[in-house]
């Protein structure tokens, strides 16, 4: 062989396994992604779970809001629609902001509860709702952590996948860049819902 055919072989090599190591840390940090979802979802379960059992023990002392109780138990629902969607597809810009939508209306059903609740002394002095409240309160602080995490591996893995050099792989790969999470998308969303007793 002559030299510049092994010079070739030698940059086509290079080439390919620089490809092959960029590939390899797009994938890494795309699976962080879905771990640090993994997270979110746990304490996404956790407060989906705590949802009934805050409204059950409403249900006795607010008989005259049917409707605001209902209005959280659909939201729940959509909630864990959106969740189930988006833990199959946690770097889908469509599925994570459904999910923040629906997360959102979920915790605006939940503040609107609490404003009700707070015109019955008797439910504001029940220990279980106190409890729940409290649970539900540290739930929604976990969350907050578990969102900031997940934003920060998708910041990582889109910080590699849109510069050049490494944007030829992740778009040959079909790796694009993810959706971070988006808490709050208005004035109305930024304002914290009261869940105190």
Do not use: C
């Not at 994938?27 to 989906?48: E, S, T, Y």
């Not at 249900?59 to 659909?74: D, S």
């Not at 790796?175 to 998308?185: G, K, R, V, W």
Request: proline share 4%; aromatic share 6%; no cysteine.
């Amino acid at each position: 062989m002559e030299w510049t055919t092994w010079m070739q072989l030698v940059v086509l090599v290079a080439v390919a396994w620089w490809a092959i190591g960029v590939y390899n840390r797009l994938v890494k940090l795309h699976n962080r992604i879905a771990n640090a979802f993994g997270q979110i979802d746990v304490q996404l379960k956790r407060r989906h779970d705590l949802v009934p059992n805050l409204v059950e023990v409403a249900r006795g002392y607010l008989q005259h809001e049917a409707a605001t109780l209902e209005a959280v138990i659909q939201a729940r629902g959509q909630a864990q629609g959106a969740a189930k969607t988006a833990r199959s597809q946690p770097t889908d810009a469509a599925a994570i902001g459904a999910l923040a939508v629906a997360e959102g209306a979920l915790g605006a059903s939940l503040g609107r509860l609490m404003v009700v609740a707070e015109n019955y002394p008797e439910l504001k002095a029940d220990a279980t709702m106190a409890s729940l409240s409290e649970e539900l309160t540290s739930t929604e602080n976990r969350i907050g952590f578990a969102r900031q995490a997940y934003n920060d591996q998708v910041l990582d893995f889109n910080n590699l996948a849109t510069q050049f050099p490494a944007l030829l792989v992740a778009r040959l790969t079909g790796l694009p860049p993810a959706a971070m999470l988006q808490s709050t998308q208005s004035e109305a969303e930024r304002q914290a819902p009261r869940v105190q007793f």
